[in-house]
C-alpha cells in the first residue's frame, strides 16, 4: 500500500522542518510549500491526501488557497487541516465553513498533531470507500435494470428486433416493448437529455412507468400523460427525455403514434417505399401540462415499422428534412434484409456518416 | 536562566522529549530570528500596521514553537495592539520585543 502523501503548507522555516520531521518519521510522503501559491502547484502537481495550511502566508492566504483547492477537480474531498498560531473564534469558523475538517492552534503537540492527522486520513479514505460502493450499487442496479429489457425472443407475438448500442456504460437511450392485449403491442424508443448515470437512472425508471401505465384502459397519449406527470414530479430541471411510442393493433392492422419531441419513426414497404409517420409533441419530464402530438393510420402485414433515437440522424449542419432523406435511403435499401438484422445493418450503414453514438434501432413488423 | 525566558521543558513535552528535534528547530530559529525581528522593525518605521501585525505573528509562531514563551507572549500583545495604529504605544511593546529577542537567542544559544 502506498504511504498516504500529505502537504505541509507553512512560511516558517522551523516549523515546517517540526512537520516534515514529525511525519516523515511515521511513514508518510511529506511535501513542503511556503507560500499559497506553491501550495496550489505542488497540489497540482501530485494530489496529497491530507493538507496541513497555515493561515497566515505570504501572497494568497490560508482560506483563499482552501477556497481554490475546493474549486479543483480532484481536490474536492481533500482533508484539509489549518494549523495556525490564529486563535480567535471568527477565525475558526470562517476555516471550518471554508470546508476545513480540522484546526490547531500553534504551538501544537506532536502526538495530538499525528492522532489528528491519522484519523482524518482514515475517514477520507473511508467515505472515498462508501462513494465508490455507492456507485457501483448504483452500476449494479442499472445493468440489472437493462438486463430485464425487452428480448425478441421473449416475446415473439411482438415481432420485433433491436439494436441496442449505448456509447458509454451509463447511456441514456432506452426501449421497451410491452403487450398491451392479445395482437395489440407497444413499442416505445426514448432519450434521456445526458450521458451519465443519472441519465441511466431515468431511462429505468421511464421504463418502469411505461409498464405501469400500459394496458387497454390507457391510450398511448394517457401513458405518455401518466409519464410525463410522475417524471415532472421528480427530475430536476435540466433533465427530460424524448420518446416515441407506437402502438399497433395487429386486430385492427392499425398504428397509433404518440411522440415527445422525438425523431419520426418510419413505416417500410415491402415495395422499399419508407414513410415517416411525423408528428409534433413536448418532451417528457420537463413540464407539468405537456401536450403530445398523436396521429393513426392503416398499416398491411409486411410492412415494418422503424423507430430509433436521434444516434441515428445526422443533424450537425444539415436540416432535419435532409437528415430524414439520408436516413430513408438507407432504411430503403434493407427492404430484403431480415427483421432480426435490420436494426443492427441500418445502424451499421449509418455508422460512417455519424460516427460513435448512443443508438436505439427498433424494427417490427405488421 | 532566571525569568524563564525559555520553557524548555514545555517545548519538549510537546515534541515528545525529542532533544535532537528540538535542537534543530532552536539553530533554525536563531538562523532566521534576525531577519524577522529587522522586518518587524521596518514595517514599524514605515508605520505599516497590518505589516507589524503580521510580523508580530510570524515572531510569536516562531518562538512559541521552540519555548520562548515570553518572546511569544510579548509578540503576542504586539499583534493584537498593532491594528488600533497608536503608534505611541507600539513603540514601548516593539522596544520590549527587541530585548526579548536578545534574551532568547542568548538563553538559546547556551542550549
Known amino acids: 500500500m502506498t504511504s498516504p502523501?500529505?502537504?505541509?503548507?507553512?512560511?516558517?522555516?522551523?516549523?515546517?522542518?517540526?512537520?516534515?520531521?514529525?511525519?516523515?518519521?511515521?511513514?508518510?510522503?511529506?511535501?513542503?510549500?511556503?507560500?499559497?501559491?506553491?501550495?496550489l502547484e505542488r497540489a497540482a502537481e501530485v494530489p496529497p491526501d491530507l493538507v496541513l495550511l497555515d493561515i497566515g502566508l505570504p501572497g494568497l492566504d490560508g482560506f483563499q488557497v482552501l477556497a481554490r483547492l475546493r474549486q479543483t477537480e480532484g481536490c474536492l474531498g481533500l482533508p484539509v487541516i489549518f494549523l495556525t498560531s490564529m486563535e480567535e473564534i471568527a477565525s475558526k469558523v470562517r476555516g471550518f465553513s471554508l470546508g476545513a475538517v480540522d484546526y490547531v492552534v500553534k504551538p501544537f503537540h506532536l502526538e495530538e498533531l499525528r492522532a489528528r492527522v491519522r484519523i482524518h486520513l482514515q475517514l477520507a479514505r473511508s467515505l472515498k470507500a462508501l462513494a465508490h460502493e455507492q456507485a457501483r450499487r448504483l452500476e449494479s442496479l442499472v445493468v440489472a435494470q437493462r438486463s430485464i429489457l425487452a428480448r425478441p425472443a421473449d416475446l415473439p407475438s411482438a415481432r420485433f428486433s433491436v439494436h441496442f448500442q449505448p456509447a458509454q456504460e451509463a447511456g441514456g437511450d432506452l426501449y421497451d416493448v410491452v403487450e398491451v392485449g392479445p395482437g395489440i403491442h407497444g413499442y416505445f424508443v426514448g432519450d434521456v437529455s445526458g450521458h451519465d448515470l443519472g441519465a441511466s437512472l431515468v431511462a429505468s425508471a421511464a421504463t418502469a412507468l411505461l409498464r405501469q401505465n400500459s394496458g387497454p384502459a390507457w391510450s398511448p397519449e394517457d401513458t405518455f400523460r401518466m409519464i410525463n406527470g410522475a417524471l415532472a414530479d421528480w427530475l430536476p430541471p435540466g433533465r427530460f427525455l424524448t420518446g416515441c411510442l407506437v402502438r399497433h393493433n395487429r386486430n385492427t392492422h392499425s398504428l397509433r403514434v404518440v411522440s415527445a419531441a422525438h425523431p419520426p419513426p418510419a413505416i417500410l414497404e415491402p415495395s422499399g417505399r419508407v414513410t415517416f409517420l411525423e408528428s409534433s409533441g413536448d418532451v417528457l419530464g420537463a413540464f407539468a401540462q405537456a401536450q403530445f402530438g398523436s396521429l393513426e393510420r392503416k398499416v398491411r402485414p409486411g410492412d415494418r415499422v422503424v423507430i430509433y433515437t436521434d444516434g441515428l440522424l445526422e443533424r450537425a449542419g444539415r436540416t432535419l428534412v435532409e437528415s430524414l432523406n439520408t436516413l430513408g435511403q438507407a432504411i430503403s435499401r434493407l427492404t430484403d434484409a431480415p427483421l432480426e438484422d435490420l436494426p443492427r445493418l441500418l445502424a451499421d450503414s449509418m455508422a460512417p456518416v455519424l460516427g460513435a453514438d448512443d443508438v436505439v434501432a427498433l424494427a417490427f413488423e405488421a | 536562566m532566571n525569568r524563564k525566558v525559555i520553557d524548555k521543558e514545555e517545548a519538549l513535552g510537546r515534541l515528545e522529549g525529542d532533544i535532537e528535534l528540538w535542537n534543530e528547530i532552536r539553530?533554525?530559529?536563531?538562523?532566521?530570528?534576525?531577519?524577522?525581528?529587522?522586518?518587524?522593525?521596518?514595517?514599524?518605521?514605515?508605520?505599516?500596521?497590518?505589516?507589524?501585525?503580521?510580523?508580530?505573528?510570524?515572531?510569536?509562531?516562531?518562538?512559541?514553537?521552540?519555548?520562548?514563551?515570553?518572546?511569544?507572549?510579548?509578540?503576542?500583545?504586539?499583534?493584537?495592539?498593532?491594528?488600533?495604529?497608536?503608534?505611541?504605544?507600539?513603540?514601548?511593546?516593539?522596544?520590549?520585543?527587541?530585548?526579548?529577542?536578545?534574551?532568547a537567542k542568548k538563553a538559546l544559544s547556551e542550549g
Open chain 1, 5 to 39: 502523501r500529505i502537504l505541509a503548507v507553512d512560511d516558517e522555516r522551523a516549523n515546517l522542518h517540526l512537520l516534515a520531521t514529525a511525519l516523515r518519521n511515521e511513514g508518510y510522503l511529506v511535501d513542503i510549500a511556503t507560500s499559497g501559491e506553491q501550495a
Open chain 2, 27 to 103: 539553530e533554525i530559529w536563531l538562523e532566521d530570528v534576525d531577519a524577522l525581528h529587522q522586518a518587524l522593525l521596518a514595517t514599524f518605521v514605515e508605520k505599516a500596521s497590518d505589516g507589524l501585525r503580521r510580523a508580530a505573528h510570524a515572531i510569536k509562531g516562531a518562538s512559541a514553537n521552540v519555548g520562548a514563551v515570553c518572546l511569544a507572549s510579548v509578540a503576542r500583545d504586539l499583534e493584537l495592539q498593532a491594528p488600533a495604529g497608536d503608534w505611541t504605544a507600539l513603540a514601548g511593546h516593539v522596544d520590549q520585543l527587541g530585548k526579548e529577542v536578545e534574551m
